[in-house]
């Protein structure tokens, strides 16, 4: 099995409480060149970056990643928490694999994003992708969805993302084996599309 490394850029860590979005072009460059280092490889599978910087202009900030790229330092750019506006800008400057922003049943502010990742062939990975609160509590849809198909609140959150769009690929933490091996179990989990209306349906 092929090993992939996937690694992020763009943040300061001024004190252990705070994180600072810094795009200055060097910067990023510096911090890939360091992971390289860490990872002890010749090559970042898929460098993301964390946040458009709006300090600086997206054509110099992903116009980095690209020369990352170029020099074969980089495989794939991706970014995280960004627009359709954001990633059209983006796409301008160098091909973009990858969008990671905030999204799953309870937070949907990020539809438009998922149906344009979809429309143009770049993967969807949605972090805290298992829906908590009220959408998961024992009398809510997801809960009544789950004793229907036989699973837990969890994997049929899960279900949903992937039934939401054949691009969408969720990346749910996990603290133990027996909890990764619950969130794997979510692939086997199949829903109607009336259950997945139920849930919430589409954008």
């Known amino acids: 099995m092929r090993r992939t490394v996937a690694t992020k850029v763009g943040l300061l860590r001024p004190s252990s409480q705070d994180w600072v979005v810094h795009g200055h072009p060097a910067y990023l ?5 360091l992971s390289l280092r860490r ?8 460098l993301q970056l964390h946040r ?13 990643l690209r020369q990352l790229r170029d020099e074969g330092k980089v495989r794939h750019i991706g970014l995280s928490e960004v627009t ?21 049943l309870g937070a949907r502010d990020h539809d438009d994003v998922v149906d344009h990742t979809a429309a143009h062939g770049i993967a969807f990975l949605p972090f805290f992708p298992i829906a908590a609160g ?12 789950a004793r229907a198909v036989g699973a837990t609140a969890a994997q049929t959150s899960l279900a949903w993302l992937l039934h939401r769009a054949p691009n969408v690929i969720p990346i749910p933490g996990t603290t133990s084996v027996a909890h990764l091996e619950e969130n794997v179990a979510a692939l086997d989990v199949t829903l109607t599309e009336e259950q997945f209306k139920q ?3 589409g954008s």
Do not use: K
């Open 29 to 33: 460059r510096q911090q890939a060149e």
């Open 39 to 46: 990872l002890r490889t010749e090559r970042i599978d898929l």
């Open 52 to 64: 458009l910087d709006p300090d600086y202009p997206v054509a110099d900030q992903i116009g980095a």
């Open 84 to 104: 359709v506006d954001q990633l059209r800008q983006a796409r301008e400057v160098a091909p973009i694999a990858s969008v990671q922003n905030h999204y799953n």
């Open 134 to 145: 009220g959408h998961a509590g024992p009398d809510s849809p997801v809960a009544e969805v």
């Open 199 to 201: 849930l919430g349906g």
